[in-house]
Nanobody
Framework: VQLQASGGGLVQPGGSLRLSCVASGLDFSKYPMGWFLQAPGKEREFVAGIDYLGFRTYYADSVKDRFTISRDNDKNTVYLQMMSLKSEDTAVYYC????????????????WGQGTLVTVSS
């Protein structure tokens, strides 16, 4: 299984970015997926999750109404659309395959991408 995240970069506060995560080596349409962030010196935190069909989504309170998770099972890709970015959103963002019971716990995910860095700064 491989998860390849991309789309990070430098953006000004209030700006937008879209992250992508392309999966290979798995039957992508059968697995829920999630995004996490990890800021320097901090633990990995849940950002958003989506069920295997894309019907149900889950968000951390800190990103509700600003971030949107979606997926395209034909392209084996999960996305994270980020809007109204803040400096505190600066972190490495990871996609991961959900196989557990608690969306918020990293231990509920068995495979992780390599991460993509998002820097929000003027």
């Amino acid at each position: 299984v491989q998860l390849q995240a991309s789309g990070g970069g430098l953006v000004q506060p209030g700006g937008s970015l879209r992250l992508s995560c392309v999966a290979s080596g798995l039957d992508f349409s059968k697995y829920p997926m999630g995004w996490f962030l990890q800021a320097p010196g901090k633990e990995r935190e849940f950002v958003a999750g989506i069920d295997y069909l894309g019907f149900r989504t889950y968000y951390a309170d800190s990103v509700k109404d600003r971030f949107t998770i979606s997926r395209d099972n034909d392209k084996n890709t999960v996305y994270l659309q980020m809007m109204s970015l803040k400096s505190e959103d600066t972190a490495v963002y990871y996609c991961a395959r959900f196989t557990g019971t608690n969306w918020y716990r990293p231990s509920s995910y068995d495979f992780w991408g390599q991460g993509t860095l998002v820097t929000v700064s003027s």
